[in-house]
């Protein structure tokens, strides 16, 4: 082939793919454009930790390997794309100059075999990919599978070009060795095996395979380049950047607060996600990032117990769906038809994209966020359209309504009167410090206790609140409580919704922490727990908050309390979401069971970070379960399976979930009366206090509740 023929080949080739590509580049960047503005995410982008936290996650790929074998497999490809980089520049090169290395690298051996080595090391990933895929097809799986709703056709295709990057580099590699230009004729071991086997052919020939091959190596590359524009391997450019303009570490525990300021309120407001545009740009950046590797559905509490909510799917739809805006308000561009766009104009968000029983399916457990490897922050959006149906369409479950009611007007979500917060604490009360209207915490004590709606005013919650009372009473902290004053934290209204009252609810408190001179508080419910430590700083409200377990485990830790009684018993520990995957509180819990003699403790196969919900977060707990199997019932029948006597937990939220799933099963004659659903607190106060004090019947004897002598 002459050189004139193959530079005007190679220039065309480029020119075309390239030019596509610049055209699809700003149509995309019209499209993020779109987004309203974020700038605490430049913020982020330049913290010092980002550095440190951008190269684990990009170059090392370290969140890839939470799955080991696909991890990698992605790894491998990763590091080969790298290095075929390498390779692309040789090939420019060869354009030009047939005998073409690059100054010094091009000639070390060691080069050509790390370049083999990682190239062959990519074919056998591929290989992995497609077995992945065959075994996880959705088409016999469905639902079951984690690439149900992925573009399998477009995922083959992808794969399929990456080979033929590689075979192609590896031809011309040959082709170069038996002709005698390659640079590192010694290490290359795959040139070198197939090169041999070129032998035969004539030197014409052989120039003639190098300069097709090289050609066609460069229709492949920068075809590739193209079919990314318009596919989910777009994440190739786009995680890098998604990582690092990101939530650090991840968009886990708090949310992030919205701007209300209702002296400023007008027709054109809006609160939370109407429509796409609604969106920041990193969120819809999310959507062109979206690997469609289907990990976090594969998680998603609600996906595997039958419901219609697919994180994964929720992405991919506002992604679809602003692809097919966009071709509408900008032209088409490869998209399809204009008017398929037109049509995407008068589609509101919710419940036309996102249906309602997808959006309200969500506990915001944070399972899809964990585990997705680019950072895609799918609680955040979810929440965004919930603010959006909750303050500006007034659309919601109907449950949902009484406990807004409830939360503005009593400021707890059953309108239980102030003065039952205390009800738990009938006969310890002069050991008890309660801080009334006018008084501000005595500087001998430590700790405020935050009880929580929950653990104050329902019946089995209230006995893992006085058996940690009581631990603390043992162990000479000195604690006080707000009591009657003690209102809620406004985590339901916020997860539901309503970020107006939640901001109210969190203000209002806030002032009571100012008024009294609260210095360190102590929260038995981890939901409590992450928005008092995690969200009210946001608001002005920051203090030192430890999590019961915490403080327990520190109390054993330094002597002061005294596990010496055995409790004989098979004890298997539920991580609730709020205290291990948002908070990363996992060790203490356990060290607190481990310390009881007498205990033998087991592991459900989901735990730690990748625990399963109960089902009560996102506000959950006030909602009714009505789609598919109910998600306490799907993590005790994992609890059951390490054949417990005592399932514990640190949440009262997950104890009043797996405490009525055990019921469930007793009923149905699946589990035994014996096992008990308890708070770590209680399991450790049968061990520190031989001779409970009595406890009393709050408010009648209900069928769940414990014996009356006995908080544990």
């Not at 290359?188 to 004539?202: E, I, N, P």
């Not at 939901?527 to 203090?543: K, M, Q």
């Not at 430890?546 to 054993?556: F, N, V």
Request: one cysteine or more; charged letters at 20%.
């Amino acid at each position: 082939m002459s050189y004139g023929l193959r530079v005007a080949i190679a220039f065309a080739i480029m020119g075309v793919t390239l030019g596509l590509f610049s055209r699809r580049g700003v149509h995309l960047i019209k499209l993020l454009a779109l987004g309203k503005p974020d700038p605490e995410r430049l913020r982020w982008a330049r913290m010092a930790s980002n550095i440190k936290y951008h190269t684990a996650k990009v170059l090392f790929q370290k969140k890839l390997f939470q799955w080991s074998l696909p991890g990698l497999a992605h790894a491998l490809t990763f590091w080969g794309f790298l290095v075929v980089q390498i390779t692309l520049v040789e090939t420019f090169g060869e354009i030009f100059q047939p005998t073409f290395h690059i100054p010094w690298l091009g000639r070390q051996e060691w080069l050509g075999f790390t370049q083999d080595l990682l190239m062959s090391l990519v074919v056998l990933a591929l290989i992995s990919f497609v077995i992945i895929r065959l075994v996880q097809n959705p088409h016999r799986l469905e639902r079951k599978s984690r690439f149900f709703g992925s573009h399998m056709i477009a995922a083959y295709v992808i794969l399929l070009m990456i080979f033929g990057v590689v075979a192609t580099v590896e031809i011309v590699r040959s082709a170069r060795w038996a002709v005698g230009t390659l640079p590192y004729p010694h290490w290359a071991f795959v040139a070198k095996f197939f090169g041999q086997r070129m032998t035969g052919y004539s030197h014409h020939t052989l120039r003639l395979l190098e300069d097709t091959a090289v050609l066609v190596h460069l229709a492949v590359v920068f075809g590739f380049l193209l079919l990314i524009g318009y596919s989910k391997h777009l994440h190739i450019f786009t995680s890098p950047l998604n990582v690092m303009f990101g939530r650090q570490p991840l968009a886990l525990g708090a949310l992030r607060p919205i701007h209300i300021d209702m002296e400023t309120v007008s027709e054109d407001t809006v609160f939370g996600a109407l429509k796409v545009e609604d969106f920041s740009w990193k969120q819809l950046l999310d959507g062109f990032t979206c690997t469609e590797c289907g990990r976090c559905q594969s998680q998603c509490p609600a996906w595997n117990t039958g419901k219609p909510l697919n994180p994964k799917l929720v992405i991919m739809d506002i992604r679809d769906h602003l692809f097919a805006k966009g071709a509408a308000m900008f032209g088409a561009t490869g998209e399809g038809e204009t008017n398929e766009g037109v049509a995407e104009l008068t589609k509101s968000l919710v419940p036309d994209v996102i249906a309602d029983d997808v959006l309200w399916s969500c506990t915001t457990c944070g399972a899809c966020v964990y585990e997705c490897p680019v950072d895609i922050e799918h609680v955040d959006t979810i929440l965004d359209m919930r603010r959006a149906q909750v303050m500006m369409e007034s659309r919601f479950p109907a449950e949902a309504g009484n406990l807004l009611r409830n939360l503005e007007n009593s400021g707890n979500p059953w309108a239980a009167p102030a003065s039952d917060r205390l009800s738990w604490a009938k006969g310890i009360e002069d050991s008890l410090i309660i801080i009334e209207p006018g008084m501000r915490i005595p500087p001998d004590v430590e700790y405020l206790y935050w009880v929580g709606c929950v653990g104050a005013l329902e019946e089995r919650p209230k006995k893992s609140v006085r058996a940690f009372a009581e631990l603390m009473i043992q162990a000479g902290v000195s604690f006080a409580l707000l009591g009657q004053r003690e209102t809620c934290t406004g985590d339901p209204a916020r997860r539901m919704g309503n970020e107006y009252l939640f901001q109210e609810l969190a203000k209002q408190n806030i002032a009571t922490f100012e008024e009294i001179g609260v210095r360190k508080i102590v929260a038995s419910c981890p939901h409590c727990f992450n928005t008092i430590a995690r969200e009210y700083p946001d608001f002005g409200g920051s203090y030192k908050v430890i999590h019961h377990s915490e403080l327990l485990a520190q109390l054993i830790e330094d002597g002061r309390l005294n596990p010496r009684e055995p409790v004989e018993a098979r004890v298997t520990y539920h991580d609730p979401c709020y205290l291990a995957r948002h908070n990363d509180v996992m060790s203490q819990p356990r060290a607190v069971v481990e310390s009881i003699p007498g205990i033998t403790s087991t592991e459900m196969h989901r735990h730690k970070k990748k625990t399963f919900c109960c089902g009560a977060g996102g506000a959950r707990l006030w909602m009714e379960e009505t789609i598919g199997k109910r998600l306490n019932i799907e993590r005790i029948d994992e609890a059951l399976s390490t054949n417990p006597d005592i399932v514990s937990t640190g949440c009262p939220y997950c104890m009043i979930m797996l405490d009525d799933a055990v019921k469930d099963k007793v009923q149905q004659g699946e589990a035994s009366e014996d096992v008990k659903v308890l708070d770590i607190s209680q399991v450790l106060l049968r061990s520190t206090k031989p001779a409970p004090v009595p406890l009393p019947v709050f408010g009648g004897a209900p069928d769940d509740a414990a014996p009356e002598d006995d908080p544990t």
